[in-house]
Antibody, heavy 124, light 107 residues
Framework: EVELLESGGGLVQPGGYVRLSCGGS????????MSWVRQAPGKGLEWVSA????????WCADAVKGRFSISRDHSKNTVHLQMTSLRAEDTAVYYC?????????????????WGQGTLVTVSS | DIQMTQSPSSLSASVGDRITITCRAS??????LNWYQQISGRAPRLLIS???NLQSGVPSRFSGGGSGTDFTLTISSLQPEDFATYYC?????????FGQGTKVEIK
């Protein structure tokens, strides 16, 4: 069974930064891209960012482009989301999610395993 | 980006009822449509991929169908553990986008 565990959330001031981490058994494979999906309080799901199995290619939603960056550490089986210039509208639960295969493939661009989520609150 | 629209936004039903949720894409996505279940306070769970492929461990009372722009998720006999919010997601073109969700409540 795939397990994913996020950490790093908390209260951050507007304009601040935070680094989220995701670890677990689901990150060991080079075949699966990894992603972050967020959910604002009482709202729906929004894809944020993805990274290829190799860690070479990354993708970000327009809403966070230039502010968020995703990375992957194969030696530690972790994926990180570096979030900078945070805004109130970035307040959300951030889920680490594994794609079923490569992000570039439409037949695998869906999320087969999810972590429990970590809450990021942007407020002064 | 491809827009996904679900209907209804919420519905009330009883245990044993058959329910259908609809998801419509703003352009044709073939069968690149996936369904998730989210119980309140928990992470989403993948139910169905590629419009109709039931994931391992998902009860057979769940089924999905459709192609092109119109898709359905059907629960043939609603059980107490099925009361949750359901999301569709298209994987046809990046970025992946979700519907707004359909909340299934107890009548």
């Amino acid at each position: 069974e795939v397990e994913l565990l996020e950490s790093g959330g908390g209260l951050v001031q507007p304009g601040g930064y935070v680094r989220l981490s995701c670890g677990g058994s689901g990150i060991t494979s080079d075949s699966n891209a990894m992603s972050w999906v967020r959910q604002a309080p009482g709202k729906g799901l929004e894809w944020v960012s993805a990274i290829s199995g190799s860690g070479i290619s990354t993708w970000c939603a327009d809403a966070v482009k230039g502010r968020f960056s995703i990375s992957r550490d194969h030696s530690k089986n972790t994926v990180h989301l570096q979030m900078t210039s945070l805004r109130a509208e970035d307040t959300a639960v951030y889920y680490c999610a594994r794609l079923s295969g490569p992000y570039s493939n439409s037949s695998t661009r869906y999320f087969d395993s999810w972590g429990q989520g970590t809450l990021v609150t942007v407020s002064s | 980006d491809i827009q996904m629209t679900q209907s209804p936004s919420s519905l009330s039903a009883s245990v044993g009822d058959r329910i259908t949720i609809t998801c419509r894409a703003s352009q044709s996505i073939s069968t690149s449509l996936n369904w998730y279940q989210q119980i309140s306070g928990r992470a989403p769970r993948l139910l169905i991929s590629a419009a109709s492929n039931l994931q391992s461990g998902v009860p057979s009372r769940f089924s999905g169908g459709g192609s092109g722009t119109d898709f359905t998720l059907t629960i043939s006999s609603l059980q107490p553990e099925d009361f949750a919010t359901y999301y569709c997601q298209q994987s046809h073109s990046p970025p992946p986008t979700f519907g707004q969700g359909t909340k299934v409540e107890i009548k």
